[in-house]
């Protein structure tokens, strides 16, 4: 009967497994505050003074800096924090999928892409600033940056660079300075020489978007404070938006095209290089005297002259969402030190990273820098990035594809509609985004709200039956999570007026409520709300 | 007898015709190992370059030198070298006792649900794996081996989970013949000392591949891993920091030491592989064709 | 369908033999779906006929055993402490408190919130004096799933552990009443290592699986049903809860604007997976079997060598070998810079910009990762066959190729048939290869938007790989695609099973 054993042995690992997950307190989030000292004055004076215990993400080449620059601040702050951090090398790519996949383990302070903002902003991945803080970051970063940072009107995060654009790298051994204004000219002396012009339109849309933004085309998304996004002005397909895939057609099909944005290609065979200020390093490195810098090309379709145009966007950081109110003070000290006008000039002086700083961006230095130069010479063809929904750089991406394998107009089209018609699918309502969203008390009150889904029916209906408590406020109403403006409540109930109230047309929210608990069912058919009490 | 009578004649034929097919196929393999070669060979003269340390369009380095293993040495790759090795000897061990028991109750015994259990596990395989990883992860970190502390989680999720690799070696048991086994019991020995003084003695092939296999897993983990170690440069293994070299924003600088790394990685698991060579050949064909 | 008597079958060629198998699986399928009905509905009306016997049994023992049978119904082990199992007894007994202990202090807790998986969420707090926002943590969704499955695995192995208390009592019982003693703690022990011993061997092992394998199974299974995501992940943003089947309505539906849907995008990726898992496996398995073939002829010198160059992709961890190759074709890679400089081509081949190059050059560059193995195993087979089979086909005049196809094909192709299936399978997963290689490129502009971004190499794996690390982090999604991965691969295993003939008969080769 050794059969027992086996089952304990399978027991006490099983028990000991669920012992650990059981023996926090499940409310608690399993986090001890790391302040080590002087608790007894943060108690009583909100002082900041301690030790604190944090990780750090941020960019490789930027490891050493940022450890010297946080040590700097352990000797300058006023406040008494000590800050005793680990840090660790992650790409500003991958630190926003890291921090969705896990918050809790991510790091305290993190760099990461401007395009990863929304997304980390729905995952709660992001503290608010503080009103204080908001302010004075505000008033001492440029617009542009400020506004990639902001959800709502709540900013979310610190101004790292204001760099993240691109513009061209040449060879000067190969390209004639004569021809660094047309598209056409540069394939040409490209294909002619045997090299490669090198710009990744097969596997990016950041740099895809150059073409429609050269003909006027433009994607603005906008997001409701919670990072949802909830509505887009998207012009990609139309006439405009032909006359860019007909100007990437030139350079995506040349054979010479290397979908790359690498400024190491140089070493590899390329002439041209479209990437941005990051690798001016390891261009100059290898060209030498021979590199040089420009803004984008033109292209010429039917006669007419489009300048490429670019994306203008910034890098972040960020502060992860504590529990310890001292502790989230304290990063956000530390936070806002490393993006202050010094830190970023320290940065722009090892790194060439271009500072968002204003006071930074006046300096004679960093007007002078020939890579930020050839950004500033792009700048006037460029769009701020904004806020794109992260679905957004998939669908467009395709487009590069598509245009290579497209034989003729048609094709090109052809194109533009499966762009267009993935972009309406992101909007589309369908049953698993359909909610009923109840507050049973009062709106402002996230604790109490519920949420249900409706479910579709053969016919075409979507319904859910629910329970309304007895409470003082037994509202709710039908939405969709991808378009908050397009709510559906108390204007859209046909059947069943009778068992809701009317707020009357000075109440903006137009909520279904209820005028008593019980057991209901409402039925939404597309253009009008049925509701039927059980 | 006709045959013998043609013999002769027909036996230089066949000299000669064997002597040119054997000539052919004396080429066809040179060639085909330059091309298993090349790749190695051009990643061996990569981590010598010292003139750069980009991905170039060439192939021998216009400057020689040891600066890659230099730099790797003062890098974070000792430290993670050390943390797969621990992961691949611990791992060799464990993982082989565990093989071993599986298999061997499941060649040897006949009990009540051994057909069912068998088959509950050739179902386990049809998930795919990929999918437990985010659990294992969530798993891990609540026991608190994650991150820092990677190394012991991984070695804890490589053993647990090893146990569903016994078909090779299950195989390679099922070809002892049952008779040892009954001869013993008959002079009264227990099951663990059949096991002890007569099948493991007989097993070396298959308790050298599985060990060489246990052994030579963690090197290459770099999705798993890379999600238990959480970026964190004090539990990753070579796999996963290696990889992280090639982001976007560290190859310019990283490339040349890439391919070091992958040299050092590679030299003593080959080593030790070619040594064994003769036992994994054993062990597999005894074992893995029976499923 | 003609069915053959014995000797008909007998008389017909091997091939003939399979497709005849593999025709009769097909014409048996109505019949075994009938029987499979019934056996159903045997197995329920058995179920219900066993439960009844197995509580009446229950009762019985309760009511005709002795008091110390009796106090062991809420005593676990008290019976075996009576009648002197000390050992037995205390770990029973250990085993019962062990579990009314965990159910009390979490076990509860954690079952309770399993039917809604949470209901207080995150929110924010601002905090005047410091200026600062934090966060106050609600329930934890993905806890309340993960322990509650595990709560009720323990629940599981409780009520058998009770039960088998039970009829310990029942037999120690009926042991000593026939005048019989009892086995002793020193002979349980020794069991454990002579005709018990498979279960100790198997207990460690079986634990593993059973917590970081089958558990985690369960888990992946059950995110199907629920709506966790990036944006629900249970504890940071908001819970996640149930939704029912609608995920599997999502991924099984034909509608979707312009025709993509997932559905479509499914079947085209599993088209292509199925047609990468044929070709892996075949073009490896005859590769190497000919390139072993070639090095065991007699007459080949340094057999060692050419075996020890080719095991080398073997040895080098694939992140290395792989990456490297990747980069070699691509089209400033050195291949391209090569043929260029040497003029056999006018301009760079885009070998991983062409969706068809690029599915052909996944499998080419296979062939290089996987002949080492097949040339390793076919080796040893080779040996295997008895040389004088060789040597008679050879004086009924057969040449190289009648030999292959009458001896060493089939010999191979019986030996290996299970192997081949298992690699079927493997390759079907084959992630490192397509993750390495392509990443999945180059895109497919068909494949629908909600499906992360598809490429023409992007086998199911991949795809479900990119799905939980795409932009919006849809693990219920990749949880679907897991389920019916599941799916695919069960039925493609039973088929073979049921057509190869060295897989069932386990014992043919002891």
């Known amino acids: 009967m050794k059969r027992i054993l086996a089952l304990l042995l399978t027991a006490l690992m099983v028990f000991a497994l669920a012992a650990c997950g059981g023996t926090n307190d499940p409310k608690d989030t399993g986090k001890t505050p790391d302040t080590k000292a ?184 906008t997001t409701d404070a919670d990072g949802n996004f ?17 100007g990437m057609e030139k350079l995506i099909k040349s054979p010479m095209h290397l979908s790359s944005s690498k400024g190491t290609e140089f070493a590899s065979g390329a002439a041209i290089v479209v990437t941005g200020t990051w690798d001016y390093e390891a261009v100059k490195e290898i060209l030498g005297d021979n590199m040089g810098v420009a803004d984008l090309p033109s292209f010429e379709v039917d006669g007419k002259e489009y300048h490429m145009g670019s994306f203008n966007g910034c890098k972040l950081m960020g502060v992860k969402p504590q529990t310890d109110a001292v502790k989230q003070a304290a990063l956000h000290k530390l936070a806002q030190y490393l993006t202050g006008e010094e830190c970023q000039m320290e940065r722009f002086e090892a790194l060439s990273w271009g500072p968002a700083n204003l006071a930074d961006q006046a300096s004679e230095k960093v007007q002078s820098n020939p890579g930020l130069a050839a950004l500033l010479a792009q700048s006037p063809y460029s769009v701020p990035q904004g806020q794109i929904h992260g679905s957004w750089w998939d669908i467009a991406k395709v487009i590069g594809d598509d245009v290579k394998a497209a034989t003729d107009e048609a094709g090109l089209q052809a194109a533009l509609d499966n762009y267009k018609a993935k972009i309406e699918e992101l909007f589309k309502l369908d049953s698993s985004a359909l909610l009923f969203v109840g507050a049973w008390n009062d709106w402002n009150n996230a604790d109490d709200a519920d949420t249900y889904y409706l479910v579709k029916a053969d016919d075409g209906t979507y319904s859910l039956t629910l329970d309304v408590p ?32 009317d707020l009357g047309d000075d109440n903006p929210d137009n909520n279904i409520v209820f005028v008593e608990a019980g057991n209901y069912t409402v039925t939404w058919d597309g253009t009008a709300v049925t509701i039927v009490k059980n | 007898m006709n045959n013998t009578v043609k013999s002769p004649k027909r036996h230089m034929g066949l000299a000669r015709s064997r ?119 969530r798993v891990l970190k609540d026991i608190g081996l994650t991150q820092a502390h990677a190394v012991p989680g991984l070695i804890l999720v490589y053993i647990a989970s090893s146990g569903m690799g016994y078909y090779v070696s299950k195989g390679f048991f099922d070809t002892l013949p049952k008779s040892l086994d009954e001869a013993a019991r008959v002079d009264g020995a227990t099951r663990f000392q059949i096991l002890r003084k007569i099948i493991l003695p007989l097993s070396k092939p298959i308790v050298i591949y599985t060990i060489l296999t246990a052994f030579m897993a963690p090197w290459g983990d770099f999705v798993f891993a890379r999600y238990i170690s959480f970026e964190n440069s004090a539990g990753m293994n070579v796999a996963v920091g290696m990889y992280n070299w090639l982001n976007l924003d560290q190859i310019t600088t990283k490339y040349t030491m890439f391919c070091a790394g992958g040299v050092i990685v590679a030299v003593p698991v080959t080593i030790l592989f070619l040594c064994l060579q003769k036992y994994y050949v054993e062990g597999v064909t005894g074992g893995a064709v029976k499923g | 369908m003609k069915k053959y ?82 050992l ?73 552990t009770w039960y088998a208390n039970i009829k310990q009592n029942k037999t120690a019982e009926e042991i000593l009443k026939s005048g019989k ?32 394998t089958v558990l985690p199974i369960v888990f992946m299974i059950l995110v199907a049903f629920t709506n966790y995501d990036g944006a629900h992940d249970g504890y940071n943003n908001s819970l996640f809860q149930w939704v029912g089947l609608d995920n599997f309505k999502t991924m099984l539906s034909w509608s979707g604007t312009g025709g993509h849907s997932y559905a479509a995008t499914f079947g085209e990726i599993l088209t292509w997976t199925l047609i990468w898992a044929f070709f892996a496996t075949f073009t490896n398995y005859f590769l190497g079997m000919f390139v072993a073939m070639m090095i065991n002829k007699k007459g080949i ?210």
């Open chain 3, 88 to 160: 037995r007894g205390i770990m029973f007994l250990a085993f019962e408190g062990v579990f009314i202990f965990y159910m009390i202090t979490t076990g509860g807790y954690w079952l309770s919130k399993l039917p809604t998986l949470g209901t207080v969420g995150p929110h924010e707090e601002y905090n005047a004096v410091l200026d600062a926002y934090t966060m106050a943590y609600g329930d934890n969704s993905f806890k309340i799933l993960l322990y509650g499955v595990l709560t009720i695995f323990f629940i599981i192995a409780f009520a058998y």
């Open chain 1, 230 to 246: 909830i509505s887009v002005n998207d012009t990609f397909d139309s006439p405009e938006g032909l006359i860019a895939v007909k």
């Open chain 1, 470 to 501: 007895e409470s003082d406020y037994m509202g709710g109403r039908i939405v969709n999570p991808g378009k908050w403006d397009n709510d559906k409540g108390f204007a859209q109930v046909t059947t069943g007026v009778e068992l809701v109230k």
């Open chain 2, 19 to 137: 002597a040119i097919s054997n000539t052919v196929i004396h080429i066809v393999l040179v060639i085909i190992s330059i091309i298993w070669l090349i790749p190695f060979v051009f990643i061996l003269l990569q981590s010598f370059r010292c003139e750069s340390a980009y991905q170039v369009g060439y192939v021998v380095p216009q400057q020689w030198g040891f600066d890659n293993y230099v730099s790797l040495w003062n890098s974070n790759f000792p430290k993670w070298y050390l943390n797969t090795f621990i992961i691949a000897l611990v791992n060799a061990v464990a993982q082989t006792v565990i093989v071993l028991c599986m298999s061997y109750a499941l060649s040897r015994f006949r009990f009540k649900l051994r057909k069912a259990l068998m088959r509950f596990m050739l179902v386990l395989g049809f998930f795919p794996g990929m999918l437990t990883m985010i659990i294992l992860y």
């Open chain 3, 301 to 510: 010198r340094v057999k060692k060598l050419w075996r020890t160059i080719l095991v080398m992709t073997i040895a080098i961890p694939q992140f290395i070998s792989l990456l490297y190759v990747s980069k070699m074709f691509a089209k400033n890679g050195l291949i391209n810079l090569f043929l260029l400089n040497a003029k056999w081509i006018n301009q760079a081949i885009p070998f991983w910009e062409d969706p068809t190059l690029a599915r052909v050059m996944v499998i080419v560059i296979n062939i290089w990762i996987g002949i080492p193995y097949l040339m390793l195993i076919a080796t040893g087979i080779l040996m295997n066959i008895p040389q004088d089979l060789y040597e008679s086909s050879r004086i009924d005049g057969a040449n190289a190729w009648q030999q292959y196809r009458k001896i060493t094909l089939p010999y191979m192709l019986f030996v290996t048939g299970p192997y081949l299936l298992t690699q079927f399978i493997g390759n079907m997963n084959n992630f490192n290869v397509i993750y390495l290689l392509t990443g999945g490129a180059p895109t497919n502009a068909s494949a629908s938007w909600a499906s992360g971004s598809v490429g023409h190499t992007d086998l199911l794996i991949t795809w479900l790989f990119k799905i939980t690390t795409g932009a919006e982090s849809k693990y219920y999604l990749a949880s679907v695609i897991g389920i019916l991965v599941f799916a695919v691969v069960a039925v493609i295993a039973l088929i073979v099973y049921n057509v190869l003939p060295s897989i069932k008969n386990e014992e043919d080769f002891q």
């Open chain 1, 38 to 221: 002087g608790d007894d004055t943060q108690q009583s004076g909100g002082e900041l003074a301690g030790t604190y215990d944090i990780v750090v993400w941020v960019a490789e080449n930027a490891v050493e800096l940022t450890k010297t620059q946080i040590a700097k601040f352990n000797e300058t702050n006023t406040d008494g924090i000590k800050i005793n951090a680990t840090v660790e090398p992650v790409s500003e790519a991958d630190a926003g999928t890291n921090m969705v996949t896990d918050v809790e383990a991510g790091g305290d302070i993190f760099c990461f892409a401007q395009d990863q903002f929304a997304r980390l902003v729905l995952a709660n991945a992001l503290a608010k600033l503080g009103t204080n803080a908001a302010s004075i970051v505000k008033e001492a970063n440029a617009a542009g940056v400020v506004a990639a940072a902001t959800a709502g009107d709540e900013l979310y995060a610190y101004p790292l660079t204001a760099d993240n654009g691109y513009f061209m790298y040449y060879d000067k051994s190969v390209i004639p300075e004569a021809d660094i204004d047309s598209l056409e000219k540069l394939v040409a002396d490209c294909e002619a020489a045997n090299k490669y012009f090198s710009m990744e339109l097969n596997t990016s849309a950041w740099y895809l978007a150059s073409f429609f933004f050269a003909t006027g085309c433009v994607s603005e998304w």
């Open chain 3, 5 to 86: 008597s014995d000797l008909e079958y007998l008389k017909l060629t091997k091939w003939q033999k399979f497709l005849y198998k593999l025709k009769m699986f097909f014409v048996g399928i109505p019949r075994a779906i009938k029987n499979g009905v019934f056996a159903i509905g045997r197995f329920f009306k058995n179920l219900i006929f066993g439960i009844g016997g197995f509580f009446k049994n229950l009762c019985l023992t309760f009511v005709r055993g002795d008091w110390k049978t009796k106090v062991s119904y809420v005593i676990m082990g008290f019976g075996n402490l009576m009648r002197g199992q000390i």
């Open chain 3, 181 to 212: 003693k009892l086995k002793s703690g020193k002979q349980d022990l020794h069991s454990m290592v002579d005709d018990q011993f498979h279960k100790t061997l198997l207990a460690l092992p079986m634990t593993g699986i059973l917590v970081f």
